[in-house]
């Protein structure tokens, strides 16, 4: 069983950065195509980014281009989301998933196996 264990989320006002971190218990990072998704209140959850198995290919959110980037660090077995120019919208928890497919990066929630617990990230006005 692979636990997924996020961190790096919290407050923060709008213009500023956030950097998640998301490493795996058990397995190795380079094991799995990755992403990074993102639930508010009330919504469904979407996918923010996601990376391939060696970090070759990567797949944004429209609203997000730009501003966040998703990198793989396989020597440290990390996956990262940096985000930058924050905005109140991207207020949600925050959660790592890897998936054990091949194919480049993996856009759809079903396609992944493993979820971490989530990180929040609020970012106010």
């Known amino acids: 069983q692979v636990q997924l264990v996020e961190s790096g989320g919290g407050l923060v006002q709008a213009g500023r950065s956030l950097r998640l971190s998301c490493a795996p218990s058990?397995?190795?990072?380079?094991?799995?195509?990755m992403g990074w998704f993102r639930q508010a209140p009330g919504t469904e959850r979407e996918l923010v980014a996601a990376?391939?198995?060696?970090?070759?290919?990567?797949y944004y959110k429209d609203s997000v281009k730009g501003r966040f980037t998703i990198s793989r660090d396989n020597a440290n077995n990390t996956l990262y989301l940096q985000m930058n120019s924050l905005k109140p919208e991207d207020t949600a928890v925050y959660y790592c998933?890897?998936?054990?497919?091949?194919?480049?990066?993996?856009?759809?929630?079903?396609?992944?196996?493993?979820w971490g617990q989530g990180t929040q990230v609020t970012v106010s006005s």
């Open positions: 058990g397995r190795t990072v380079s094991s799995y195509a």
């Open positions: 998933a890897a998936t054990t497919m091949y194919g480049g990066a993996h856009m759809r929630t079903n396609e992944y196996d493993y």
């Open positions: 990376i391939s198995r060696a970090g070759g290919t990567t």
